[in-house]
């Protein structure tokens, strides 16, 4: 285990429903991530949060609102979703803080959410 | 911003053969390069990584080179075996003061080692 840990595993939900996914990292790190993976983009960058603040929104879609309440969770709302966000959706971690070090990425093993 | 490419985008090698996977980038500025191997149906896991001020690292079996001019990286895995089969994704960071770390990744590369 990497010690990113994301519920729910598999989710499924209508165009209209409004649904949170969860990821919790027990790793003491400061920089949380959420990223979509799927057969046209395997892995896109959708937020970053350092700190709990959001440092970065490439740009998506309103219809996707992380929280990230302190550096050990973080969130991602989902309401009236398309088909096409049908996706894994990976959270991941770093101990990445400020200045210039380079740090691991340790991915959660993402919610497969499909959306109807 | 910075654009990542990766070729080729499927490979398959006979057990014991070397594979070799290139990427190239787009900003200068990008500074550290991990490598990271996803098995289906489970997460990526970093496999090893390269920084700017490094042309080559090496780690059993596995190898990553750096020509920083050309702005292209490659992995090399030598001596092949049937659980190297994976995605391999490659990457480009740039870390930033304050702003954490953004991280800017190839389209993959599925590897089959044939035995």
């Known amino acids: 285990e990497t010690g990113v840990t994301q519920t729910p595993r598999h989710l499924v939900m209508g165009m209209t429903n409004k649904k949170s996914l969860k990821c919790e990292q027990h790793?003491?790190?400061?920089?949380m991530y959420w990223y979509k993976q799927s057969a046209k983009k395997p892995l896109e960058l959708m937020f970053v949060?350092?700190?709990?603040?959001?440092?970065e929104n490439n740009s998506v879609p309103s219809r996707f609102s992380p929280e990230c309440p302190n550096s050990s969770h973080l969130f991602l709302h989902l309401h009236t979703l398309q088909p096409e966000d049908s996706a894994l959706y990976l959270c991941?971690?770093?101990?990445?803080?400020?200045?210039?070090?380079?740090?691991?990425?340790?991915f959660g093993p993402g919610t497969r959410l499909t959306v109807l | 911003g910075e654009n990542v490419e990766q070729h080729p985008s499927t490979l398959s090698v006979q057990e014991g053969d070397s594979a070799v996977i290139k990427c190239t980038y787009s900003?200068?500025?990008?500074?550290?390069f991990p490598w990271y191997k996803q098995e289906l149906g489970k997460r990526p896991q970093l496999i090893i990584d390269?920084?700017?001020?490094?042309g080559e690292k090496k780690d059993q079996r596995i190898a990553v080179t750096l020509n920083k001019t050309a702005k292209h990286f490659s992995l090399h895995i030598t001596e092949t075996q049937p659980e190297d089969s994976a995605v391999y994704f490659c990457?480009?960071?740039?870390?930033?003061?304050?702003?954490?770390?953004?991280?800017?990744f190839g389209p993959g590369t599925r590897l089959s080692v044939l035995p």
């Open positions: 790793l003491g790190h400061n920089a």
């Open positions: 900003d200068s500025a990008s500074n550290y």
């Open positions: 991941a971690s770093s101990p990445r803080t400020g200045g210039s070090s380079y740090n691991e990425q340790f």
């Open positions: 949060y350092n700190f709990k603040e959001q440092t």
């Open positions: 390269i920084r700017s001020n490094v």
């Open positions: 990457a480009a960071s740039m870390p930033r003061d304050n702003y954490g770390q953004n991280f800017v």
